[in-house]
């Protein structure tokens, strides 16, 4: 799939900052495959772009509620069972590769549980259920602006990876 982003809309998301500049990307793909990422959607982006829009996920979820919630709303798979950790450290982000496969070794013991239908009491009760995310979380936020930093910086030299006009 072909995926564009105008020469003046790249620059302009890059004065505006590392997650503005990645976002711009994300939009991208959000807009190339209707909004949805799906098992069908997903073949019609490449590697570099599904670790973006997988980086995008993380982010969004870790951020509002941590690896808990990531899991609860079943991102689970999406984060810790794709090559995801292992895109990140083969792009120099080896920090966040570690967490990551730290997170998946917790997934994997207790996804189901957190996965499982709940009310919202039963919900917020998860995050005392499994505290072993917790330094997890605290990780992720206290590295945020670095990983984001990393990430752009990679994206920024290696343009062809993620868009088809990238600027000269």
Not at 141 to 148: A, K
């Amino acid at each position: 799939m072909e995926i564009t982003i105008s020469d003046d809309k790249l620059r302009q998301a890059a004065s505006e900052g590392m997650d503005a500049f990645l976002k711009a990307f994300t939009n991208a793909y959000h807009e190339a495959i209707g909004g949805t990422l799906t098992a069908e959607t997903m073949g019609e982006l490449n590697t570099s772009q599904i670790t973006l829009l997988a980086y995008e996920t993380l982010h969004e979820e870790v951020m509002d509620g941590g690896f808990v919630q990531l899991i609860h709303n079943g991102y689970g798979p999406f984060i810790f069972r794709n090559p995801f950790a292992k895109v990140l450290r083969m792009w120099g982000l080896r920090d966040l590769s570690k967490l990551i496969y730290e997170g998946g070794h917790l997934y994997g013991r207790y996804g189901a549980e957190i996965e499982r239908e709940c009310s919202d009491d039963e919900f917020m009760a998860l995050f005392e259920r499994f505290p072993d995310f917790d330094d997890l979380d605290d990780a992720f936020v206290e590295h945020e602006e670095e990983y984001t930093a990393a990430l752009a910086c990679y994206v920024d030299d290696h343009l062809s990876e993620f868009i088809s006009n990238p600027i000269a």
